[in-house]
């Protein structure tokens, strides 16, 4: 059965971005929006540890990162602030963006 066949790896060009993609994404991100904060998601067994930034309303976007200390050093650079997630939770702008996309109609 195909289902079961894993796809191989061809040196990087699978459709995964790199990690200096992932980066440039997220300054993107910073550059293009007002008032971004950056929240770091701790590794799971299921993903590598991530860093989700977060717009003044609400729009997000999340991308993985090499470490929490490099999450950090990116928000310095950034000149954003940084928190980690497991303690401050996830801010309620972000749910209701969600929200708002959810009810958006798709005309």
């Known amino acids: 059965m195909a289902w079961f066949r894993r796809k191989r790896s061809s040196g ?3 459709d995964r971005p790199t990690a200096r993609e992932d980066v440039g994404h997220l ?3 910073v550059r293009s929006r007002r008032g971004v904060e950056a929240f770091i998601e701790p590794r799971t ?3 590598e540890t ?5 717009a003044y309303d609400g729009e ?3 991308r993985r990162i090499e470490s929490p ?3 950090r050093r990116l928000a ?3 000149a954003i602030p940084i928190y ?3 303690l401050v939770g996830y801010p309620q702008r972000m749910r209701d963006f969600n929200e708002r996309r959810k009810r958006r109609p798709d005309g």
């Open 12 to 14: 990087g060009t699978g």
């Open 27 to 29: 300054e993107e991100f």
């Open 45 to 47: 067994v299921m993903t």
């Open 50 to 54: 991530t860093v989700m930034l977060i």
């Open 60 to 62: 997000w976007t999340r």
């Open 69 to 71: 200390e490099a999450a």
């Open 76 to 78: 310095h650079k950034l």
């Open 84 to 86: 980690d997630v497991r």
